[in-house]
């Protein structure tokens, strides 16, 4: 599967992040899109192999325990 643009940035915020979470709506405003664009992102950036994990009231984070390398 391939990943857009939005996915990259995305998955590079969470990379940068790794540990901490990450509100959709912080990464929206990162990045200048709408949470609904995060929130169909990090789906598609699931079902490609990324753990990436959710709370409500805390955000997303990419897992530890992520085995997938990206550039």
Do not use: C, H, P
């Amino acid at each position: 599967m391939t990943v857009n643009k939005t996915a990259v940035e995305i998955l590079g915020l969470l990379e940068q992040n790794k540990g901490k979470s990450l509100s959709g709506e912080k990464i929206a405003s990162l990045i200048g899109t709408t949470r609904s664009a995060v929130w169909k992102n990090i789906k598609l950036l699931r079902e490609s192999g990324y753990s990436i994990d959710a709370a409500s009231n805390r955000g997303y984070e990419l897992n530890e325990n992520n085995d997938i390398f990206s550039a």
